[in-house]
């Protein structure tokens, strides 16, 4: 099945410590994204890539960083200069074009232990 | 700057009713609007877009309309379900590279 694929479903972080988040798409789209969605807001942009080995910073890049090594996979680390890590990670991915309809992951949720 | 507003407010309905979500923009005309569907602990799923130049656009039992003079977007499903209850986004093309998304609207239609 064709689809996008996030990991883990639930992550803790400690205080000072990096961690990754897994993103993995086989549609053969060239564009993914990274969202975060805290409860009662809409979804923040956190970096974007729209080919390989490059990407761009969203709305709120701070405390994050990203890699596009191969098409499929676009990683994010939360570094520990995020000090309000807790929220809901969303990978997306999309062709290049106009129109860019969003095809979604089932989400992360990062919570700081 | 680029705004998109949607009703914070859950709507609670009964089962067979039709549900009316808004959503307002600001500012910038966008070239078209998306919604979306998502459920508690998913991610979003795309569910219907509709372009400037139409005035409406249908799928099953949902229905979308554009009034870029009112700078709308309303959404409709039909003969709604319980299975229909979940939180709906819309989103608006802001620059050429993102999407800009409402905090959108919690649906509860009761049986």
């Known amino acids: 099945d064709g689809g996008i694929t996030q990991s883990p479903k639930y992550l803790f972080r400690k205080e000072g410590q990096n961690v990754t988040l897994s993103c993995e798409q086989n549609?053969?789209?060239?564009?993914m994204y990274w969202y975060r969605q805290d409860p009662g807001q809409g979804l923040r942009l956190i970096y974007y890539?729209?080919?390989?080995?490059?990407?761009q910073k969203g709305d709120i890049a701070e405390g994050y960083s990203v890699s596009r090594e191969k098409k499929e996979s676009f990683p994010l680390t939360v570094t520990s200069a995020q000090k309000n890590p807790t929220a809901f990670y969303l990978c997306?991915?999309?062709?290049?074009?106009?129109?860019?309809?969003?095809?979604f992951g089932s989400g992360t949720q990062l919570s700081v232990l | 700057s680029q705004k998109i507003e949607q009703n914070s407010e859950a709507l609670n309905i009964q089962e067979g009713k039709t549900a009316t979500l808004t959503c307002n923009y600001t500012?910038?005309?966008?070239?078209?609007l998306q919604w979306y569907r998502q459920d508690p602990g998913r991610g979003p799923v795309f569910l219907l877009l509709?372009?400037?130049?139409?005035k409406e656009k249908r799928k099953e039992r949902l229905k979308v309309t554009f009034d870029t003079t009112l700078k709308q977007s309303l959404f409709h499903i039909t003969a709604s379900q319980p299975a229909d209850s979940a939180t709906y986004l819309c989103?608006?093309?802001?620059?050429?590279?993102?999407?800009?998304f409402g905090s959108g609207t919690r649906l509860l239609v009761r049986p």
């Open positions: 509709i372009r400037e130049n139409e």
């Open positions: 997306a991915s999309s062709p290049w074009d106009r129109e860019k309809k969003l095809f």
């Open positions: 549609l053969n789209h060239d564009a």
């Open positions: 500012n910038y005309s966008p070239a078209y």
């Open positions: 890539s729209q080919i390989v080995n490059d990407f």
């Open positions: 989103a608006q093309r802001g620059s050429s590279y993102k999407l800009i």
